[in-house]
Nanobody
């Protein structure tokens, strides 16, 4: 599985962005999909995960109520809708695919290249 993340950019605090992660291959629907982020000087952290069917979702406390993860298996794409953005959301955002439904980056097998999100105050 190859993953291509897009949709990042510069936005003012309180604004919104929608990230997309397009996957290649016909096995996308088998994989649970996660979003992670890494800010400068910090470790990569979990943001959200969605199960292979889309029936289960889980969010980090820091984004709960503001971010929404979704997927379209017919389009081999997972999305992250980010609303009410804060300066502390500034980071490179990565999508990842794995066979285990988890918030731990260690279980994910495939990673996208990352897309930069910058939130100005």
């Amino acid at each position: 599985v190859q993953l291509q993340a897009s949709g990042g950019g510069l936005v003012q605090a309180g604004g919104s962005l929608r990230l997309s992660c397009a996957a290649s291959g016909r096995t996308f629907s088998r994989y649970n999909m996660g979003w992670f982020r890494q800010a400068p000087g910090k470790e990569r952290e979990f943001v959200a995960v969605i199960s292979w069917s889309g029936g289960s979702k889980y969010y980090a406390d820091s984004v709960k109520g503001r971010f929404t993860i979704s997927r379209d298996n017919a389009k081999n794409t997972v999305y992250l809708q980010m609303n009410s953005l804060k300066p502390e959301d500034t980071a490179v955002y990565y999508c990842a695919a794995g066979l285990v439904y988890s918030g731990s980056s260690e279980v994910y097998d495939y990673w996208g290249q990352g897309t930069q999100v910058t939130v100005s105050s």
